[in-house]
Every structure is written in structure tokens, then in C-alpha cells.
């Protein structure tokens, strides 16, 4: 709050002799001194003073929301760098790298205008709409948490989604600071169990030769062991689920081009008959 002049009245003033002058320069020097913005440097974001127990917290479940007025303004910037809202996050999904953000925001108001709070589950995006509800894995330990979006960011670097400090460590990535996650949106009503199925049944299926199917895990390992010095592609055995109990060798995935060849050369070397599977 200097303004011009004042450090020369200041300077002046202290230049006299008499008592009365010493003592009103010194209040004048108080009250410009108090004046003074000094910018207290930004606190570091993190977790709580100590580790909380965060297996209790509830996933968010999804349920049908209006899109708030607040938060949802297409494009906008931030950082010189204009972002775009997506008019809905039906079949959204996406991959790469999470955070997560703690005691600097908590209890501050996000993009929406609620309370950010660390112990619940929720998470900033830059593109879905919000609210929005989406499964976010771990793709490094296959756990699996279900949030709500209601804030905007995270704006640094590649990362696609900011977590609460709850939902990272039901992730288990809270002293790693990051994950690759994989993002999946879900509708009102939808469980993550039941995304992961349709996730199933919609992915793009690879061909397979199986060579093979035994009711010994023994004999599948061991004819798998023979076929890997036959072929450089992989060599897997894959057991049947539920009631199936058969374990199954399959090559592959393989090109179109290579199924012929291959199945000519197992049928010579190996007197195996293979066939073509698709998973």
C-alpha cells in the first residue's frame, strides 16, 4: 500500500531532533509498515495428519440428476487452454493417469458449488458433464471405486481425473501420488458390476486358435509346453468359469493371414486339430 512520496516523508521526518517529531515519524512508520501486503506463500496440498480408515466410505451410487447451472459452461479456459463439455457421458470411457487432491481444497466450494470434502467420493474431470457418475480402476492392482463427478480439473500435465483423498486410497495409490486408471461412465441405476458386464459382452472379441481341451491342468500345461517351441505367439491355458471345468490351449491372438499355416503345422508336428475361438 506504499504510495509515491511516502518513503521520502518517512525519511525526511526521522531527521528531526525533537522528541515529538522522533515519535510521530515512528507512528507513521507503524501504520505504512501494517499497510504493507506481504503474500504468504501457497499451503501444500495432502492427507490428513494421520492415515484415516477409509474402508467404510461407500461407493457413490448413480442415480438420475439434473446438470447444474454451475460448473457446466461450454467452452471455458483455464490457463489459456479452452475446454469443452460434453453434452452427456453416456458410453464414456477413457485411460491414463489419475490424482488426487486433499487438505488444500477440502472445504472449499467446487466447480458446481457444493463443499469439497476429502472423505467422500467424488472427482474432478474437464469434459464429462456435471454431475456425472463414473467406475474409475486402478489398472495396476485391478481395485475399482465408483464416484461422482462435481468439479473441473485436474489442470496439470496428462491427467485425465482428480480424486478425493478417500477414493485414492480405497485405490491404494494415496503415497504414489498417481495411478493409470481406466474411466467408465455409468447410467442412473447402474451398478459397477453390472458395467463390467456390459463391458464384457460389448468388447471386441480377438481369434484364437484352441488346440486343445482337457479335464487335467497337467495335460494343458503340458501340451502348451510343446506348441511354445512351435510358434513364437503366445501360448496360454484358460480355465473354464463356473460350472465349466475344462482347461483349454489357446494360441494366439492371431491375424487372419496366419490361421491356415498354423493350423497346417500343429495338424504335421503335433497331430492336433485346431480350431478357431474367439474371446
Same mark, same amino acid.
Given at each position: 500500500?506504499?504510495?509515491?512520496?511516502?518513503?521520502?516523508?518517512?525519511?525526511?521526518?526521522?531527521?528531526?531532533?525533537?522528541?515529538?517529531?522522533?515519535?510521530?515519524?515512528?507512528?507513521?512508520?507503524?501504520?505504512?509498515?501494517?499497510?504493507?501486503?506481504?503474500?504468504?506463500?501457497?499451503?501444500?496440498?495432502? @492427507?490428513?495428519?494421520? *492415515?484415516?480408515? !477409509?474402508? #467404510?466410505?461407500?461407493?457413490? $451410487?448413480? /442415480?438420475?440428476?439434473?446438470?447444474? %447451472?454451475? @460448473?457446466?459452461?461450454? *467452452?471455458?479456459? !483455464?490457463? #489459456?487452454?479452452?475446454?469443452? $463439455?460434453? /453434452?452427456?457421458?453416456?458410453?464414456? %470411457?477413457?485411460?491414463?493417469?489419475?490424482?488426487?487432491?486433499?487438505?488444500?481444497?477440502?472445504?472449499?466450494?467446487?466447480?458446481?458449488?457444493?463443499?469439497?470434502?476429502?472423505?467422500?467420493?467424488?472427482?474432478?474431470?474437464?469434459?464429462?458433464?456435471?454431475?456425472?457418475?463414473?467406475?474409475?480402476?486402478?489398472?495396476?492392482?485391478?481395485?475399482?471405486?465408483?464416484?461422482?463427478?462435481?468439479?473441473?480439473?485436474?489442470?496439470?500435465?496428462?491427467?485425465?481425473?482428480?480424486?478425493?483423498?478417500?477414493?485414492?486410497?480405497?485405490?491404494?495409490?494415496?503415497?504414489?501420488?498417481?495411478?493409470?486408471?481406466?474411466?467408465?461412465?455409468?447410467?442412473?441405476?447402474?451398478?459397477?458390476?453390472?458395467?463390467?458386464?456390459?463391458?464384457?459382452?460389448?468388447?471386441?472379441?480377438?481369434?484364437?486358435?484352441?488346440?486343445?481341451?482337457?479335464?487335467?491342468?497337467?495335460?494343458?500345461?503340458?501340451?502348451?509346453?510343446?506348441?511354445?517351441?512351435?510358434?513364437?505367439?503366445?501360448?496360454?491355458?484358460?480355465?473354464?468359469?463356473?460350472?465349466?471345468?475344462?482347461?483349454?490351449?489357446?494360441?494366439?491372438?492371431?491375424?487372419?493371414?496366419?490361421?491356415?499355416?498354423?493350423?497346417?503345422?500343429?495338424?504335421?508336428?503335433?497331430?492336433?486339430?485346431?480350431?478357431?475361438?474367439?474371446?
Amino acid at each position: 500500500m506504499n504510495r509515491p512520496g511516502e518513503g521520502a516523508l518517512i525519511q525526511q521526518t526521522t531527521v528531526s531532533a525533537t522528541p515529538s517529531a522522533r515519535s510521530g515519524a515512528l507512528a507513521l512508520l507503524l501504520f505504512l509498515s501494517a499497510c504493507v501486503s506481504v503474500d504468504k506463500p501457497e499451503p501444500r496440498d495432502g @492427507g490428513p495428519e494421520r *492415515p484415516v480408515d !477409509v474402508s #467404510g466410505v461407500k461407493d457413490a $451410487v448413480p /442415480r438420475q440428476e439434473p446438470r447444474t %447451472r454451475a @460448473g457446466n459452461a461450454s *467452452p471455458y479456459t !483455464v490457463f #489459456g487452454k479452452e475446454y469443452h $463439455v460434453l /453434452r452427456s457421458s453416456r458410453g464414456f %470411457r477413457q485411460t491414463g493417469v489419475a490424482s488426487w487432491y486433499g487438505t488444500k481444497f477440502h472445504g472449499r466450494t467446487t466447480a458446481n458449488g457444493e463443499i469439497y470434502d476429502m472423505f467422500a467420493m467424488t472427482a474432478a474431470h474437464k469434459s464429462l458433464p456435471i454431475p456425472s457418475y463414473v467406475k474409475v480402476t486402478n489398472l495396476d492392482n485391478g481395485r475399482s471405486v465408483v464416484v461422482r463427478v462435481n468439479d473441473r480439473g485436474p489442470f496439470h500435465g496428462d491427467r485425465i481425473i482428480d480424486l478425493t483423498y478417500a477414493a485414492a486410497a480405497k485405490l491404494d495409490f494415496v503415497d504414489r501420488g498417481i495411478a493409470t486408471v481406466e474411466v467408465v461412465a455409468l447410467e442412473p441405476g447402474q451398478s459397477a458390476a453390472q458395467a463390467a458386464a456390459i463391458e464384457a459382452d460389448t468388447a471386441v472379441k480377438e481369434p484364437f486358435l484352441q488346440a486343445g481341451a482337457f479335464g487335467s491342468k497337467s495335460a494343458a500345461l503340458a501340451l502348451r509346453q510343446r506348441l511354445s517351441q512351435l510358434t513364437t505367439l503366445p501360448v496360454t491355458v484358460k480355465k473354464g468359469r463356473g460350472g465349466d471345468l475344462l482347461y483349454r490351449v489357446h494360441i494366439g491372438p492371431v491375424d487372419d493371414s496366419q490361421i491356415a499355416e498354423l493350423k497346417s503345422l500343429l495338424q504335421r508336428r503335433q497331430q492336433v486339430s485346431a480350431h478357431v475361438v474367439y474371446r
